[in-house]
């Protein structure tokens, strides 16, 4: 069954680091999309990407946030100059489409990000 | 704009025997649908059950199953004869049909963690 992959798995950096988190959603799918957990908190929501631009964003996407699809199958999620509260599991997600059943989103396994 | 709660932080249930989840949320929308999610200690969110709002009847899947009241907009789990695999954290989520709010994105509730007791 085709799945959404993230790598890495988990990410340490130092404070002010760069970051860039990757994702390859599913194949077919055309929209994708970020989040974000605290640890011990509900999961929220980053950015919704469609035909290589933002579709919709939240208010924790600020400037520090970018989104990217370099190529034809990863889905990149970079934060410029990490910050202690950015430390959180980022899953990235994917659907077929927008509505209906084909919005259904499926999750990646998440990447653990750590700032230091 | 929409929310979900789940005001069961924590829920115990001895092993072998059946437990309720409770999420209640709020929308003016007609057009949506609903998920449990079970997050394990790995953190991986799993899909445990779906159900679509324009459809009466509750969803299943095998020992899990939904009470979803629409009038009340309460969408609660059951987990029948639980095991110890079921020990995790278990998310209720909305997601907007869309078609006024045109927003897709999914609105998570806090979370309840599920002990099962052997």
């Known amino acids: 069954e085709p799945e959404v992959t993230q790598t890495p798995s988990h990410q340490v950096t130092q404070m002010g680091q760069e970051v860039i988190l990757r994702c390859v959603p599913i194949?077919?799918?055309?929209?994708f999309y970020w989040y974000r957990q605290i640890l011990g908190q509900k999961v929220e929501f980053l950015v919704s990407f469609y035909n290589n631009e933002i579709s919709e964003k939240s208010e924790i996407f600020d400037d520090q946030f970018s989104v990217e699809r370099p190529d034809g199958s990863n889905f990149t999620l970079k934060i410029r100059s990490t910050k202690l509260e950015d430390s959180a599991m980022y899953f990235c997600?994917?659907?077929?489409?927008?509505?209906?059943?084909?919005?259904?989103?499926?999750f990646g396994p998440g990447t653990r990000l750590t700032v230091l | 704009a929409q929310t979900v709660t789940q005001s069961q932080p924590e829920m115990s249930v001895q092993e072998a025997e059946t437990v309720t989840l409770s999420c209640t949320y709020d929308?003016?929308?007609?057009?949506?649908?609903l998920f449990w999610y079970k997050q394990p200690p790995s953190r991986q969110m799993i899909l445990v059950i779906r159900q679509e709002a324009y459809k009466q009847q509750n969803a299943t899947e095998n020992r899990f199953s939904v009470n979803f009241q629409k009038a009340a907009k309460s969408f609660s789990l059951k987990i029948s004869d639980s095991q110890l695999g079921d020990a995790a954290m278990y998310f209720c989520?909305?997601?907007?049909?869309?078609?006024?709010?045109?927003?897709?994105?999914?609105?998570f509730g806090t979370g309840t963690r599920l002990k099962v007791l052997a």
């Open positions: 929308t003016s929308e007609s057009d949506y649908y």
């Open positions: 194949s077919n799918h055309l929209y």
């Open positions: 989520a909305y997601r907007s049909g869309g078609l006024t709010s045109g927003t897709y994105k999914y609105i």
């Open positions: 997600a994917s659907s077929e489409g927008r509505s209906g059943r084909a919005g259904e989103q499926f």
